[in-house]
T-cell receptor
Framework: QLQQQESGPGLVKPSETLSLTCTVSGGSISSSSYYWAWIRQPPGKGLEWIGSIYYRGSTYYNPSLKSRVTISVDTSKSQFSLKLNSVTAADTAVYYCARAQEFWGTGSYYYYMDVWGKGTTVTVSS | DIQMTQSPSTLSASVGDRVAITCRASQSISSWLAWYQQKPGKAPKLLIYGASSLESGVPSRFSGSGSGTEFTLTISSLQPDDFATYYC?????????FGQGTKVEIK
């Protein structure tokens, strides 16, 4: 059964770079049937999609974060990573990684998130 | 971007009640809609995809309906384990967006 685990520093200083890694086990990160995603949830608030990556490296980002976000994949380690630069207190959140399952319909592929990691809390504070 | 609006924001109900949560999209998303359940301190759990397809292992008391811009998640008989926050999410385009959430509370 596929599992995903987020890891990285729980505390980041303002203006620095937040770096997280998601390790995938129990399944292949190199499958053509999936994208891999990052989502975050500020304390007491709703969910926000950050971006997604395919195993070959193609990416999609939330336009509101695009200038500060980089998502990368390392298939040899079965990991994908998130970097968010110039962080502020507004970036304090629980960060989740998730697998996005492929579905073919009306001439294109569509992806929904079916397996989520447990999440990791990141606090931005000096 | 496609905005998703859920109603109500909070719903108070009793065990055994039939409850319905509505999600509206700012433009047509066909049937590219998922529903998630989230309990405090836990990751979201997929309930429904494709607007009406039940994820494997999810109890049949959960059902989804709708297409285009209006969607509904129905719980036919609310159980103690169902008190949680529910989110809809569109995946019509690769700019995925969520509704603001509906908290189902014990009445």
């Amino acid at each position: 059964q596929l599992q995903q685990q987020e890891s990285g520093p729980g505390l980041v200083k303002p203006s620095e770079t937040l770096s997280l890694t998601c390790t995938v086990s129990g399944g292949s990160i190199s499958s053509s049937s999936y994208y891999w995603a990052w989502i975050r949830q500020p304390p007491g608030k709703g969910l926000e999609w950050i971006g997604s990556i395919y195993y070959r490296g193609s990416t999609y980002y939330n336009p509101s974060l695009k200038s500060r976000v980089t998502i990368s994949v390392d298939t040899s380690k079965s990991q994908f990573s998130l970097k968010l630069n110039s962080v502020t207190a507004a970036d304090t959140a629980v960060y989740y990684c998730a697998r996005a399952q492929e579905f073919w319909g009306t001439g294109s592929y569509y992806y929904y998130m079916d397996v989520w990691g447990k999440g990791t809390t990141v606090t931005v504070s000096s | 971007d496609i905005q998703m609006t859920q109603s109500p924001s909070t719903l108070s109900a009793s065990v055994g009640d039939r409850v319905a949560i509505t999600c509206r999209a700012s433009q047509s998303i066909s049937s590219w809609l998922a529903w998630y359940q989230q309990k405090p301190g836990k990751a979201p759990k997929l309930l429904i995809y494709g607007a009406s397809s039940l994820e494997s292992g999810v109890p049949s008391r959960f059902s989804g309906s709708g297409s285009g811009t209006e969607f509904t998640l129905t719980i036919s008989s609310l159980q103690p384990d169902d008190f949680a926050t529910y989110y809809c999410q569109q995946y019509n385009s690769f700019f995925w967006t969520f509704g603001q959430g509906t908290k189902v509370e014990i009445k």
